[in-house]
């Protein structure tokens, strides 16, 4: 069974600081490109960063970049996502998802993406 298990998420203040971690389990996960999204209530799903196969290559949105950084352990089948110097837009369920095309490039499109968690919820508030 192909599933993705986020975990991490909570309450943190503005300026703070969490990280999430996804476990993959039912696939190959070292074959294929990984990535953040969040959704905020009453807005679209948007990428949050995505990291390829092998090497550390990474790239994030607009919205995130220099505050956040993705890394995973093929290893441990597991992803990362750490996130720095949060603020009250940063609230939003945060998903991880694996791309379709195995053995693909990274991805900023949603579409390209077919297996997805559960989400976590991150607020951030004082």
């Known amino acids: 069974q192909v599933q993705l298990m986020e975990s991490g998420g909570g309450l943190v203040q503005p300026g703070g600081s969490l990280r999430l971690s996804c476990v993959a389990s039912g696939f190959t996960f070292r074959d294929y490109p990984m990535g953040w999204f969040r959704q905020a209530p009453g807005k679209e799903r948007e990428f949050v960063g995505a990291?390829?196969?092998?090497?550390?290559?990474?790239q994030y949105g607009d919205g995130v970049k220099g505050r956040f950084a993705i890394s995973r352990d093929n290893a441990k089948n597991t992803v990362y996502l750490q996130m720095n110097s949060l603020n009250d837009e940063d609230t939003a369920v945060y998903y991880c998802?694996?791309?379709?095309?195995?053995?693909?490039?990274?991805?900023?499109?949603?579409?390209?993406?077919?297996?997805w968690g559960q989400g976590t919820q991150v607020t951030v508030s004082s």
């Open positions: 990291i390829a196969r092998v090497g550390g290559y990474s």
């Open positions: 998802a694996a791309q379709s095309r195995r053995w693909g490039g990274t991805s900023r499109q949603l579409a390209d993406y077919d297996t």
